[in-house]
């Protein structure tokens, strides 16, 4: 048969428009899907040394950070010797150009159980409220430890006693808890979330169960009693932290790593009573990541009005590096996702943080050969992103607090002649 030919007068252009309509349909569905972040590079914020005096050149780890508008500043970090780790907590009320002598959080010396997957988290409330939970090593070893909590009502000056989370504590096959995540409401609800272990059995050796679940509880009297724990999810990834955030008209969502026949795709869980209950439980994205082995990097949530961005790493092989959606409430993710950082520059551990109107955000990565930075970003509410902004050298196990929407913080540890060494700067829009 001999092949049809086309018509003579019609153009090229016109014999090919659907097809060139179905090409550009798919070039703008792959942009959307996989479009660059920033290129490394810009200055969209003077830099400001804050490190206290008192700690510049000590070794330290695991810091974490909490910052409030009023100039509120809160950092947390741990010390380790040959009797355990302990946890400290330094507090400013103006910026961060005055902070207060250490204080030691943890009752029992060298019970604080931290790494940076699973360290303190400090958080601000209203009317002076200041809340640090942790995970503590009970006597019997560090495979059985629980949550705990101190608060403080005068921002930090005075700390009530530890406050026990786990409910599970007598029961003769409570083990792990850790991985907290916390945070407040401006009604001064005291939120926290941790992965459990519960239930589970620890193989011989293991300092983690293989697959966990999520439990949480809240306190609405500044930390001095807490709910009955409850129940978010079920197979969950036991090795990375979830990220738990709450708006002002009630709402709440948290961000966690589910596992499932080895896939650790990311998913949210959502509250509409100021965490009292989640209802909803939403795979994020089906990214097919398997692994036996504990990615150790959970995701980063942020949170306004019920709608936020989320970001999470992952090594499928098809989309390795760490990405970045936008999420609404009972819905998940609400767009198409993107790579938050080039995945040249081997970007890990995302972090998010409200800051105005705007999210801050920030990843680990390589900007140049032979160099580990922290780079922070700053993303409108439409998803566009300031360039790149790269702080320190051989930076590591960094944490990041938004203030307002013209101000933040970044701390993080660098490697010093007698171990590691933490720096603390403020970030201003310029």
């Known amino acids: ?85 302990d946890l400290w907590i330094v507090v400013s009320r103006d910026s961060g150009a005055h902070f207060s002598a250490p204080l030691r959080l943890n009752a029992r010396h060298g019970k604080v159980s931290s790494y940076p997957e699973s360290r303190a988290v400090p958080v601000f409330g ?14 019997t070893g560090r495979m059985a430890d629980d949550i705990v909590v101190r608060a403080s009502a005068d921002d930090g000056a005075n700390f009530d006693p530890e406050t026990f989370l786990n409910d599970d504590r007598a029961h003769p096959k409570s083990t792990y808890h850790g991985f907290v995540t916390l945070d407040v409401s401006p009604q001064g609800r005291i939120v926290a979330a941790w992965i459990d272990a519960r239930g589970e059995t620890l193989a011989p050796g293991e300092e983690e169960p293989r ?39 009630g709402l709440a969502a948290i961000a966690y790593r589910g596992v499932r ?17 989640f209802d909803d439980d939403t795979l994020l994205w089906a990214d097919g ?34 990405w970045l959606a936008p999420w609404r409430m009972n819905a998940g993710a609400a767009g198409a996702r993107r790579p938050l950082a080039d995945p040249k520059l081997e970007p890990a551990h995302a972090l998010l943080s409200p800051m105005g109107a705007r999210t801050l955000a920030a990843v680990l990565a390589r900007p140049e050969r032979g160099r580990h930075a922290l780079g922070v970003c700053t993303i409108a509410p439409d998803g ?40 603390l700067v403020e970030l201003t829009r310029r």
């Not at 959307?32 to 005096?53: F, H, I, M, Q």
Request: aromatic share 6%.
């Open 1 to 85: 048969m001999t092949p049809r030919r086309p018509h003579p007068a019609r153009p090229f252009a016109a014999r090919f428009a659907p097809s060139l309509a179905v090409l550009a349909l798919l070039v703008a569905l792959v942009a959307a899907s996989c479009a660059r972040a920033p290129k490394p590079g810009g200055d969209w914020a003077s830099v400001r040394e804050l490190t206290p005096a008192a700690l510049a050149g000590q070794p330290m780890f695991d810091p974490a950070l909490a910052a409030t508008a009023d100039g509120r500043v809160a950092l947390t970090y741990v010390t380790r010797d040959t009797g355990g780790a």
């Open 126 to 139: 209203p009317r002076g409220l200041l809340a640090v939970a942790w995970a503590s090593e009970r006597d």
């Open 211 to 249: 697959i966990a679940q999520l439990s949480s509880t809240f306190s609405d009297d500044g930390g001095r009693t807490w709910s009955p724990n409850m129940l978010i999810a079920r197979a969950v990834c036991p090795c990375c932290r979830p990220t738990l955030r709450l708006s002002p008209t």
């Open 261 to 277: 026949d080895s896939l650790r795709d990311p998913r949210m869980a959502f509250s509409r009573d100021g965490g009292a209950s």
């Open 289 to 322: 990541w398997k692994i036996d082995a504990c990615p150790v990097a959970g995701p980063a949530l942020s949170m306004s009005h019920g709608t936020g961005f989320v970001a999470w790493t992952t090594g499928a092989d098809s989309c390795a590096g760490v």
């Open 384 to 423: 566009a992103a300031s360039r790149w902004q790269w702080l320190g050298a051989a930076a590591r196990s960094a944490a990041i607090a938004g203030a307002d929407a013209q101000h933040a913080y970044a701390c993080w540890l660098e490697q010093g002649d007698a171990g590691p060494r933490l720096r």
